[in-house]
């Protein structure tokens, strides 16, 4: 079992910084493929980082603005995200999931444990 919790979210302007925390319980963590998602209200939840097997992967529409990045030691994923714009604002997931295979990675459907979520309101 592996418990998530996300913290970090707050209301910024765009262009400002923001760097979300998702602590994670479990002993067996670091073997994970960990990730963040993201959902606005009325729209599906939206894949928009994660490390598979020491390798991030990012949406387009985050490249070169977010990175994603994990520390073992701490049971803890990061998420730095920079040049924050408007339609960055959603609720973001912290997501876990064992055996999911790189085809996969973009599917929330393959993560196993979810956060509650952190809210993210980036103002214009």
């Known amino acids: 079992q592996v418990q998530l919790e996300e913290s970090g979210g707050g209301l910024v302007q765009a262009g400002d910084s923001l760097r979300l925390s998702c602590a994670a319980s479990?002993?067996?963590?670091?073997?994970?493929?960990v990730g963040w998602f993201r959902q606005i209200p009325g729209k599906e939840r939206e894949f928009v980082a994660t490390i598979w097997r020491n390798r991030p992967y990012y949406a387009d529409s985050v490249k070169g603005r977010f990175t994603i990045s994990r520390d073992n030691a701490k049971n803890t994923v990061y998420l730095q995200m920079n040049s924050l714009k408007p339609e960055d604002t959603a609720v973001y997931y912290c997501?876990?999931?064992?055996?999911?295979?790189?085809?996969?990675?973009?599917?929330?459907?393959?993560?196993?444990?979810w956060g509650q979520g952190t809210q993210v309101t980036v103002s214009s």
């Open positions: 997501a876990a999931g064992s055996g999911i295979i790189l085809s996969s990675i973009r599917t929330p459907g393959a993560y196993n444990y």
């Open positions: 479990g002993r067996t963590f670091s073997s994970y493929t």
